[in-house]
């Protein structure tokens, strides 16, 4: 590539810094001009907000299908969320094994919201939705437990479609009509066409509500809880169950409240922590390796530009352990300078032209640069990969992010701008420019 052709290449890098410059600022400060409002994502510990940890109760659900009973469980709260309105939930499921025994978990995360009760009401307590056929030859001298009485049949809440507020033409009597999805309307086709003439009964929360008697096949997939429903109730039960009857009983383990101040806190504390550190690394590039140094402080700008937009963009949810990886990727672009930068001084030391000795530099350092990376991305996958916290996860992609774009410009941006400066000729001065240390 000619001289001309580098130059504007290095003018265009530059303008795309200071258009990307501008749009983080732009995005940030303005709500209705610029390009409009596009804030950083914050995490639950920069931005406050309310934890919460629940466990679900798994003792009924055959291990093959307890992965996707969690999943579906997972998908039911965080509609139920987004229905109220909560800003950026994070719900997800955690499995342990405690004494051999399986734990699963499920974690909510409510950034914004620090009133714990208020938390709470907004998980609500989603009913438990089942149909239970009653047990044949019971007898009627004895008595039985609820569970004794009915067996599981699989059909329940997570196979419902959706449900609709009724009234008994007869009667004028609120029912709750319900439609099950193709999954459950096959399971319901199934039961009554093969169980005519016994109870199906309907319980939520482990409370019967109704214990009709199966007459007929019903293959049409819609069924209707009656019972003593005053209109009210009738409706919030149809809210309920809209929002998402829960495949599985759940119960709250434990609260974690963190304050908008302690996580304004946090965030100015690793802000803080990353300006000093560029400006410490920047430092020490200029005293160090002179011109060069400059370059590369220009290179990191840049990088930190590049970051800060894929952020906001992606988005990507900034954490503590997120801005720690950022922080640490930073050291990952100065080290690939570095390397640059030694390889390029044995090439002048050999006696080629600073044109031919920044150019072969660059191909020498390739090499380890790119070998190194990759290295720090496999880690970085692995660590995602195998995390079950949200703050491992969230510590690895920004790090993996930081690392693929530190490649991009310490070989593209560094030696952009070093040719696009065009000095050719190796005198004291030129010598002195890219000499390192208290040595030219």
Do not use: C
């Amino acid at each position: 590539m000619s001289t001309t052709k580098i130059r504007i290449t290095a003018l265009f890098l530059l303008a795309l810094a200071v258009f990307g410059g501008y749009f983080i600022y732009s995005t940030e400060t303005s709500k209705d001009g610029g390009f409009g409002n596009v804030p950083f994502k914050l995490g639950l510990d920069l931005n406050g907000g309310t934890h919460l940890v629940y466990q679900a109760d798994t003792s009924k659900v055959a291990p093959d299908d307890v992965k996707g009973a969690m999943e579906a469980l997972r998908e039911t709260i965080e509609n139920r969320i987004n229905v109220l309105g909560v800003s950026e939930p994070l719900v997800q499921v955690e499995d342990a094994n405690i004494g051999g025994q399986s734990v699963h978990k499920l974690i909510v995360e409510l950034p914004g919201v620090t009133d714990t009760e208020k938390a709470i009401g907004i998980i609500g307590k989603t009913p438990v939705l089942e149909f239970k056929l009653q047990n044949e030859n019971l007898s009627t001298t004895t008595k039985y437990t609820m569970d004794q009485m009915f067996a599981d049949t699989g059909l329940t809440g997570r196979l419902l479609a959706r449900a609709d507020l009724e009234f008994n033409q007869n009667t004028n009597a609120p029912v709750v009509s319900l439609t099950f999805n193709d999954e459950g309307k096959t399971l319901f086709a199934d039961l009554t066409k093969n169980n005519i003439g016994r109870v199906l009964a309907i319980f939520l929360d482990g409370r019967p509500l109704s214990t009709p008697v199966i007459r007929d096949a019903i293959t049409d997939g819609k069924a209707q809880i009656s019972g003593q429903f005053t209109p009210d109730e009738a409706k919030k039960l149809v809210e309920d169950l809209n929002y998402g009857a829960l495949p599985l009983p759940i119960s709250l383990l434990g609260t974690q409240t963190i304050g908008a101040s302690l996580g304004a806190g946090a965030l100015h504390a690793s802000v803080d922590a990353g300006i000093i550190s560029f400006i410490v690394i920047a430092i020490f590039l200029i005293l160090w390796y002179r011109l060069p140094g400059i370059v590369a402080v220009i290179a990191l700008a840049v990088y930190t530009i590049i970051n800060l937009i894929i952020f906001k963009l992606v988005p990507v949810t900034l954490t503590t352990a997120g801005l720690a990886g950022f922080i640490l990727s930073i050291g990952m672009a100065v080290d690939a300078n570095i390397l640059i930068f030694e390889r390029m001084k044995e090439e002048l030391k050999r006696g080629l032209s600073l044109e031919d000795a920044i150019r072969e530099g660059f191909h020498r350092a390739w090499l380890s640069i790119r070998d190194s990376n990759l290295s720090s991305i496999i880690t970085a996958v692995i660590l995602y990969y195998f995390a079950t916290s949200a703050l491992i996860k969230g510590f690895s992609f920004v790090f993996a992010i930081g690392v693929i774009t530190s490649m991009f410009t310490a070989i593209t941006v560094s030696r952009t701008l070093l040719i696009a400066i065009g000095l050719k000729k190796t005198n004291k001065f030129t010598k002195f420019l890219f000499g390192n240390g208290l040595k030219n």
